[in-house]
């Protein structure tokens, strides 16, 4: 009882606390005025132009957003109280046009411009054309993002600054030769980034002089489609690290303060996938020298409005500068759960010329928060993104402890031409035990169906005995790929006899439907519940979960309930489909055994979930229906919907299993797509520059070849 009153009260003092700040902030606010801020354009889309309209409404500001072809229909079109469209799909035709967006700001009158993050929000010469067209950008002054936007640069800053650094080569030589000599005077492995990069974009690992060219182009090319700047700088990599990251706010009067720091050392292809704020095992005199050289970081480059310096961290809790992200981030939200603040609203009233509503002696900790972000991407296959419909999608109540950030809505899609996520499941306890519980609780009621996403990844990741333990690294997944990556386990024949009984019911629900049509509803042929006078009516059934078909005898029994054989083992089995608004429960007993996960059906396929987990267990198709695609057998075919970036091979080419044949940039990412064997190229497809939808064939091979 003393621990969930101690909760309340924690939960109550961070509600007062926000409403308390808030309060401050009006009335620095409405006492100073110096900018006028009544209607905010987002140019950007998704999950952040939607955290962004919250807050603006909250205020009283009018949102405008901004839209691609493709994001006609899009949540954040619905949110806005006016929207425009930007032009096609690609967002170098829209979100990235600096033209459009601005067009866009004069057109609708807009005060000021939100950029988001990502897209232009770190872009120099946007922040010049809004100030020269008397539109306040929502960032840092653009001499800010210029010095920090450039890993060069920003490194002699911080150095003068007394902020430490990591050895590395930030020279104007940008020749392979030069780059690689530096390389080997730093000594491998070491990390190739561009030096306009962020959000792991531009940035690869060279463990070897072997590999180092092969990773330097590939860096280049992603810098060049991301930032249109390919210029690169190596540094030395710390092996396992921590990755440590401050916020940090300053305002037009010279004041600056840090919020604690956040954890983001969990990352897949040097992206954050869960992060956490405070940092695990980090003692407050730690944390004091974080918040102080961030702060210096700030006051450096004279910055304004939201931002944060990242740091890498080493086992004896040494730190190193790595890099400044001049805007606000995806995982500002756990900072705002242990601050009990509003970051965005922080943004728009310095914007506006408001000193900043907390002094250093004001800010206190309060909690622990994780975030959790929810893409769609198949884990089991190296994280690769994935895009499509929506077909389902159920989440956790939201509430003070609980935030869903998110875009997209049930019946979206998940599009191709930009980021995976879907969503940031943030979450609030009194101490880090009880927000990791938390999270895992709401994860397990984040329910998907239509695309593959990495939901059970994030709860075998979250439940590790290290992850617990607090003992993260940016080397974690790689280091404990086994127990994070476990085989299958074998179908629950319980499982599997739920799911029987949800095709059972959906079966009779529908004989139902037919019977009520008909023309004749006595009629015994409009019937398929099974029942027979004097006999037991019993049918075959195959399902497949995961790789394995399982075959059961179902047998009808007169008081509506059924019998399921399976591998000689009898199930007595019954239920009731219960809905509850959108939401469909199974009631079922399996040998008195009773439960009631969530029941999803789609075309042939079963989808359960429950506390427990979530299965998904299917009535295989017959090949004469689904068809036989040859293409994995006779070539290379696209994993998804992309870009043919660079074509390495030609008709009449020797190339060796594992060989690279294609570049491929899809989903904000590049993929290398390699020989699935030996053998000789017969045709390619595709040429530089072209779209390939997913499971298209890129190349074949030569018949000789198959029959090796």
Not at 248 to 256: C, E, L, Y
Not at 293 to 316: L, P, S
Not at 472 to 500: D, G, M, N, W
Request: proline share 4%; glycine share 8%.
């Amino acid at each position: 009882m003393a621990s969930v009153l101690k909760v309340q009260t924690l939960q109550g003092l961070r509600i007062f606390q926000q409403k308390l700040i808030w309060t401050k902030g009006f009335v620095r606010f409405a006492s100073i005025g110096k900018g006028r801020i009544e209607k905010v354009l987002i140019a950007n889309r998704g999950e952040i132009a939607c955290r962004v309209m919250r807050t603006a409404k909250k205020m009283g500001v009018r949102s405008v957003a901004v839209y691609s072809d493709a994001d006609r229909h899009s949540m954040h079109v619905a949110m806005a109280d006016e929207a425009y469209n930007i032009g096609p799909a690609a967002s170098q035709q829209s979100y990235l046009s600096m033209e459009k967006v601005l067009e866009v700001a004069k057109r609708s009158g807009s005060h000021a411009v939100h950029p988001g993050y990502g897209f232009l929000s770190e872009n120099t010469e946007f922040s010049e054309a809004c100030k020269q067209e008397g539109i306040i950008f929502i960032g840092p002054p653009s001499s800010a993002i210029r010095d920090m936007g450039i890993k060069s640069t920003s490194k002699y800053i911080m150095s003068a600054a007394g902020v430490p650094i990591i050895e590395g080569y930030h020279g104007e030589d940008q020749s392979d030769e030069k780059l690689q000599a530096e390389a080997v005077r730093i000594g491998y492995p070491v990390m190739i980034k561009a030096v306009r990069g962020g959000g792991g974009k531009g940035m690869r690992i060279a463990h070897t002089a072997e590999d180092f060219h092969e990773q330097l182009e590939s860096a280049r090319r992603e810098a060049r489609k991301s930032f249109n700047d390919d210029v690169m700088l190596v540094e030395k990599f710390v092996e396992d690290p921590r990755h440590v990251e401050v916020q940090v706010f300053g305002d037009q009067h010279g004041n600056a303060v840090y919020l604690f720091e956040r954890d983001c050392s969990v990352q897949r292809r040097h992206q954050k996938i869960i992060e956490e704020a405070p940092g695990p095992g980090i003692s407050e005199e730690v944390r004091r020298k974080l918040g102080e050289a961030a702060v210096r970081a700030a006051k450096a480059v004279n910055y304004v409005g939201a931002g944060t310096v990242e740091f890498i961290m080493d086992a004896q809790h040494n730190f190193f500068f790595m890099e400044m992200n001049t805007r606000l981030q995806v995982e500002h939200p756990v900072t705002e759960m242990i601050t009990g603040t509003d970051l965005v609203e922080w943004q728009l009233r310095v914007a506006a010329g408001e000193r900043l509503p907390l002094l250093q002696e004001e800010i206190e900790l309060m909690g622990h928060s994780f975030e959790a972000r929810i893409y769609a991407e198949d884990p089991n296959n190296d994280f690769l993104p994935g895009a499509g419909p929506l077909l389902h999608l159920s989440t956790p109540l939201a509430d003070e402890c609980t935030r869903i950030e998110t875009g997209v809505r049930e019946g979206d899609e998940v599009s191709a031409h930009y980021d995976p996520m879907i969503a940031k499941l943030v979450v609030w306890g009194e101490d880090r035990s009880a927000a990791l519980r938390k999270l895992r609780y709401c994860l397990r009621q984040y329910n998907i169906v239509g695309l593959n996403t990495n939901i059970d990844f994030l709860l075998s990741l979250s439940g590790h005995p290290e992850f617990e333990a607090g003992n993260v690294t940016t080397s974690f997944i790689p280091q404990h790929y086994e127990q994070l990556f476990p085989k299958p386990s074998p179908p629950s024949r319980a499982t599997l006899c739920q799911a029987a009984l949800g095709l059972l019911l959906r079966e009779r629900a529908s004989t139902r439907t037919f019977r009520d049509q008909s023309d004749d509803p006595f009629s015994p042929f409009a019937s398929s519940n099974g029942r027979r006078v004097n006999i037991l009516y019993s049918r075959n059934m195959t399902l497949q979960l995961g790789e394995t078909k399982v075959e059961l005898t179902v047998t009808y029994n007169p008081d509506g309930t059924y019998s399921m054989e399976i591998g000689g083992e009898v199930f007595h089995v019954s239920g009731e489909v219960e809905t509850e608004g959108q939401t469909s429960f199974l009631h079922c007993s399996v040998n008195g055994v009773k439960s009631r996960p969530k029941l999803v059906i789609l075309d042939n396929a079963v989808h359960l979930f429950s506390m427990e987990g979530s299965a998904e267990v299917s009535v295989p198709v017959p090949k004469f229906l689904a068809g036989v695609s040859t293409g994995a057998q006779r070539g290379a075919v696209a994993p998804m919907t992309g870009t043919i970036e660079k074509v390495l091979v030609k008709a009449g080419d020797t190339v060796q299993m594992g060989d690279s044949l294609m570049v491929m940039n899809a989903m904000k990412m590049e993929h290398t797509i390699r020989a699935p064997k030996a053998g000789v190229i017969k045709k390619v497809f595709f040429k530089e520059g072209s779209q390939a939808n997913r499971h298209a064939a890129l190349v074949e091979f030569e018949e000789a070849a198959e029959e090796e």
